[in-house]
């Protein structure tokens, strides 16, 4: 069998969503990291899979004026930002570009499109999962590298904030003095808004020496570190005198609102690109008081808090109990618990579904939907939905939700254009129009697109 060359010099004609140029070889498709389109670069072969190949990139001519330096030392090599390359109006448009695609690919145009948003470009990330490898005599603490599972080789990170980058050394330092290193397979870190956590996974039980050294991390970096021998439910404080974790807090200032959350909790990363989410759906739904707002998937309530400052009547619903629990308590907190109510529901489950009137008079339709109970909490019927469900989209109940005939409008935050783009489908098919859209830039130079998508009804489909 001839020998395969590990380098090819190859023309650069695509960008993949994922960030890297596209070009072919012995028309097998090759896929670039640090290369954009128009450019000729040296690719060094580091994986083939699938018929495909993966490279590492060094332009030779044509240099994309997209092109920029990247501010980072580990870009490409380090597999946690990807558009690092990209000049950040570049970076705007691909990401904007994805969005028009999948629109177009679903039949879907938008009335109008919001200018992109874009905010801090680096420093922004205040929460990561990062893996740990022993190598030899090194620990390495970091993101994955590109194109490979193995952990890249970092001092610092200049995505992470900078409280969470200089966290990095001392993570390594500490895990290297550990009686088995070998035992700790991740890290994660989280930040609020006046201090940070270290929650560090471990595989073995830990001696008291892991022990004393875990607690003088904690004094010396001014984190809270939590241990975690399984699953969340086993996140226990490594000081002595602390029996619960702390939580940790974000502001939302222009409602005056302290949101509480515990390290692992979902939390949007970028806080200045959050409180624009914040307001840009605020904003779509308008004069909110004493209308009734359904938050879908309303985690801690980002949102619903918000609603209820506002006036509105606001309903949260979403899958994980402590969640709710969370956001129950920061009701409470901030006062706004009479104006909210907060629901554990498996949206996409059967207790996702809306028992229409019909439904419920026919015996043998399935009974007793909570969900039915959630929207009618306030005894109103609800004007409009958010909704803010993970990449796989709002999930099978959507019709159902958006048949219901006092809805006018649909709020849609987005982390994944594919789903948005087919769900925008299907709310068109219930009589929504996409009246604006826009991509809002929550993880900069990577490839993460953030949407935000304002549905209008104007007309009501298929009522019983
Ligand atoms: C993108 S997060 C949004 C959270 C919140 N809106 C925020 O801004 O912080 C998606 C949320 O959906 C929840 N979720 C995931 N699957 C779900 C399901 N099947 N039913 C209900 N909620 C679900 C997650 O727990 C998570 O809180």
Redesign the pocket.
Known sequence: MPKQPTEIDIEISTLSEQGSGGGTHNERPVWVRNALPGETVRARILKRRGGQRFADGQPLENFSSDRVTSPCQYFPRCGGCATHHMAPTAQLGHKQRQLSDQLVIQGIQPNSWRVPVALLRLGYRRKARMGVRVVGESVLVGFRESFSNRVARIDACLTLTPELSKLIPPLKASIARMSDPKTIPQIELAQGDSGCAVIVRHLQPLTDADVALWQAFEVNCQVEVLMQSKGYDTLTPIAKNRQQMSLLHYQIPEYGLTIGFYPHY???VNAPM?RE?VRTVMGYLGNVRGHVVV??????G??TLPLARAGALAVG????DE?VEMAKENARVNRVDHASAFYA?????EG?ALVSATDESDETAPTGSSINACFDHFSQSPDAL?L???RSGA?PNLEGWAGIPSLKQIVY?S?NPVTFAEDAKRLKAKGYVLEQVGVYDMFPGTAHVETVGRFVRTSVVGLD
């Open positions: 979902f939390t949007q959050n989410l938050d879908m998937f309303c985690g801690i980002n949102f619903i979403e899958a994980s969640a529901e498996d949206l996409y489950g996702g958010i803010d469900p993970p999930g935050v982390c």
